[in-house]
């Protein structure tokens, strides 16, 4: 059957308007999410799957019950419960988890033909137009006219045909929501602090003269109508687009970086009307194309990495945290730029893109130094690299670009950073030289039971994270549902020795063993090949294709 996705995160892969619950490009960082997506991908119950930013996910099922699973801070699950802490009179804690493992899903209700998950905050439409929504409420993103967190389903509007909602971790700070109504008519509801809803206000603060915090709020807890005829929608970070009937583009929100592509840097509180002719937009990190009905793609925005693919790239002094103050040389673009004709799909990721063309060439370009654009280097590319021919379509496994040939075999490459589980196969994708790699990552699940730490040569220091962090505050123990999904992340460079723990060990153990640690015992590229392989685990090179699955 063929898979309708929704996907929105921590996210994950940009898609068109028309399908996307929001059009922030997702993070190769949020392999975890990844993952949790494809395994669902794979399993023919579900036609549609969307990851929410705050590490969980929905999927309906060909019956069309709505099914959800993964962390429940803000009850965006929808079951009726949520996972918090409880104090006695002491302050001592006692977590309450009802967060629900993806082994054990739990139903939440029937008919239903659209689900997105935002950071934390749920949408769905059902059968009959009808849409509801459940979680975080700080700001009215629910759109029940409350800004009350709902641990279950609450109907917000009738005769829905579209929702949209953002879901990356900027967007929990700025989550609103859009819907699109049989009518044609646009509703949004949510944050407003740059303008995003669309209603001509934004949410903002001010100091008067006795210096006293005055905030002038205008976030909606209920819908508002912005315009008519509108047939595609997404919600990006703080920025909003929408696709009228006659194929024109509008936009609004912040525009910081010239991500409107209205010709300025200035924030719109109201649609402005940007190209004609537009068959399909693509939203990422505050830049976005656009598909015209012609087969060209134009794009706009931020240019760091030189995603834009128009040639030029801006440089930063900082290049990890843009900051306009910064700018060395600034190629960002407030307007749109044609990049390539014959254009026949698009797949957006985080700051780099692939297109196939008309004669099903693959072609790349962007954010490359993991070998994310499979182009057999680790060098950005600010236009389009030709990549493979005879290309049927694209898909992404992790932080893997995996592709279908019209023969009908299967290629894939990873970034450098990336564990596959293929069905029962494994992979890690290493350079190609000879410079030592290790992941970014260790999943301990994937490593079957194992709790794995790699040192880097010149810090003991360790940055030990869990997806879902909820920890004893006492003892900084990790609560079982943590152990379960305990990443011990770090930026690695060179690796002087790796260490195994006992997996139900703490957090304060595994800190206190890695910080008394003075001397290593230096790992060659040979011992962790040798590792890998004793582990079962293939060994791939970053930015190369290979073939995975015969015609």
Known sequence: MKKILCLVLTLIIVLPLFMACEGSGASVDDIYADMEKNNKQNDEDYIMVSVGGNNYTMAIKKDGTLWAWGYNQFGQLGDGTRTYYEYDDELNATL???????SNPVKIMDDVIQVCAGYSNTMAIKSDGTLWAWGRNDDGQLGDGTKETKVSP????????????????????????????KDGSLWTWGNNDYGQLGDGTKTYFYYD?????????????????IMDDVVQISA???????????????????????????????SKLSPVKIMDDIKLVYMGNNYAMALKKDGSLWSWGINIYGQLGDGTVTTYKNDYYPIIDSVIENNDKSSPVKIIDDVAQVYMRNNYTMVIKNDSSLWAWGKNDKGQLGDKTI????????????IKEVFFDGGCAKVKKIDGSTWMWGTGETF??????????????????????????????RILAFIEKDSPRMKLQAYYTLRDPKDLTLTE?????????????????????DPNASVREITNILGLFKEYTELTREDLIKM????????????????????
């Open 379 to 390: 060098e950005h590319k600010s236009s389009p690299v030709k990549i493979m021919e005879n």
């Open 154 to 181: 609450v109907k917000i509007m009738d005769d829905v045909v579209q929702v949209s909602t953002n879901s990356n971790w900027y967007s929990s700070i700025y989550t609103y929501t859009m819907a699109v109504k």
């Open 481 to 501: 549902k943590a152990k379960e999904e305990l990443i011990i992340k770090y930026p690695i460079t060179e690796i002087m020795a790796i260490y195994e723990f």
């Open 420 to 449: 596959v589980i293929d069905g029962k196969n494994k992979y890690i994708f290493i350079p190609s030289g000879d410079d030592l790699f290790v992941p970014a990552y260790i999943e301990k699940s994937f490593f079957e039971n």
């Open 96 to 102: 309450i988890n009802n967060d629900k493992s993806k």
């Open 236 to 266: 990006g970070i703080s920025y909003a687009m929408a696709i009228k009937k006659d194929g024109s583009l509008w936009t609004w929100g912040n525009n910081e970086f010239g991500q409107l592509g209205d010709g300025t840097t200035e």
């Open 532 to 551: 890998y392989k004793d582990m079962g685990i293939s060994i791939k090179y970053i930015g190369i294709p290979h073939e995975i699955t015969n015609k």
């Open 209 to 225: 003269d006795d210096e006293n915090y005055i905030m002038i709020d205008n976030n909606k807890s209920s819908p508002v109508k």
